[in-house]
């Protein structure tokens, strides 16, 4: 099991970037594909993209392709999700979560998830 831990939310600029950290337990880290989620207000948390186990493969939701660049650090046990050019829209709770089947691409497959850290974007 893995217990994730969100941070780096906050209030933010229009345009501004944005860097999320999301730091597991265990030493087992390493085992686990990683992804990412946000939930909007009054919407449902969709998927935004994920990371294999070894950091080498990466997948994006087309939405986000460009502007969401997701990397990890298995030595800090550390996954994060960089986002350029931030806009209103980008408002929502983002959430990580581990996958152990290793099949990063496929939002159901996630098996843990952190408590979320808040982005709101103003204009």
């Known amino acids: 099991q893995v217990q994730l831990v969100e941070s780096g939310g906050g209030l933010v600029q229009a345009g501004d970037s944005l860097r999320l950290s999301c730091t597991a337990s265990?030493?087992?880290?390493?085992?686990?594909?990683m992804g990412w989620f946000r939930q909007g207000p009054g919407e449902a948390r969709g998927f935004l993209g994920g990371?294999?186990?070894?950091?080498?493969?990466?997948y994006y939701e087309d939405s986000v392709k460009g502007r969401f660049t997701i990397s990890r650090d298995n030595a800090k046990n550390t996954v994060y999700l960089q986002i350029h050019n931030l806009k209103p829209e980008d408002t929502a709770v983002y959430y990580c979560?581990?996958?152990?089947?290793?099949?990063?691409?496929?939002?159901?497959?996630?098996?843990?998830w952190g408590q979320g850290t808040q982005v709101t974007v103003s204009t």
């Open positions: 990371i294999s186990r070894n950091g080498g493969t990466t």
């Open positions: 265990g030493r087992t880290f390493s085992s686990y594909a």
């Open positions: 979560a581990a996958n152990s089947d290793g099949s990063f691409y496929h939002p159901r497959a996630y098996d843990y």
